[in-house]
């Protein structure tokens, strides 16, 4: 018995800049049809910029969605130029939103964001021998703050909830589990 999901027929229901939403008929398994509605992004990035004394270096901004303001590693997509190398992706957005330019960048891997409804890829790297540049934000990143945190201070803002990113702890998750490059 195969255990994919056959498509039998996709329709786009949205679209935007931003993302893409379709739904797709479907033939599960079992033999049982039904739909799957999938949302398109662009693959994104999200890097751990480490400074040589050890600090991390984290961005603030105000998420709409959640109505907000939380602390987070920098990330973000291209959405422009869905086809963008990764690691290009990677400086441009550590650029972006923090000034600083890696002298080191070191891919970690890849997970699935939400891969039950998503499609997105991250690709996470560990950014070091940091200089600091200017920033570049968009429109959209304006009011973003930018700080470095001790390690422990990065705990401290997680255990008070200050950082709640689902990305930035799994990333973190992932840096940790395969011994901290």
Known sequence: ?????????TRAIYKNRWLSLREDKVRFPSGHEGIYTVVEKADFAVIIPIHADGRIQLVQQY???????????PQGAWEDKADV???E??????????????????????IFNSYGCLDQTC??????DLKQGETNREATEVGMETAA????????????????DSVTLSVLGYWKMIGES
Do not use: C, N
């Open 63 to 73: 998420r709409y969605p959640v109505g907000g303001r939380y602390w987070e590693l």
């Open 123 to 128: 690709h996470m790297y560990v950014a070091r």
């Open 89 to 110: 992706l990677a400086r441009g957005e550590l650029a972006e939103e923090t000034g600083l330019i890696a002298g080191r960048m070191e891919k970690l891997g890849e």
């Open 85 to 87: 190398d990764p690691l």
């Open 149 to 164: 945190f001790p390690y422990d201070e990065l705990l401290s803002l997680i255990r008070k909830g200050e950082m709640p």
């Open 1 to 9: 018995m195969t255990t994919e999901i056959k498509q039998l027929t």
